[in-house]
């Protein structure tokens, strides 16, 4: 029986959403704060769902993972995804992957903002 990758498309909505809700979040609970608290622990929710992604898709790739590759998804995602999918795909491959977790990166901080200014509208 073989194990199917889940569709990546799914993580980088999910992804997208927590970074709404961080930009939310952050203006709703703490209004004209450089860092809110709150970020914190969505962060940690946003590495939770990479390193799910990470290990989903390393057993759908029958992907020996090592513990410093794991411990290095979680510790230094922007540099290990990338290695990850260096490692597991051809370069062309690889290279497009990476750029898919750039944008999706920069999405993130993107849709926060956009998070910020409709709790910012709601509020007035």
Known sequence: MTFTAPKARYFV????????????????LFPGQPFAPSSLVISIAALFLIFLWYRLDSDSREFKRTPLLSIAIVGVAFFAVPYYLFRTDRFRQGLLATLVVLLAAIGYSAVGYVGQLAARAMRT
């Open 13 to 28: 909505l999910a992804s997208l959403a927590l970074g709404f809700i961080d930009g939310v979040t952050a203006n709703w």
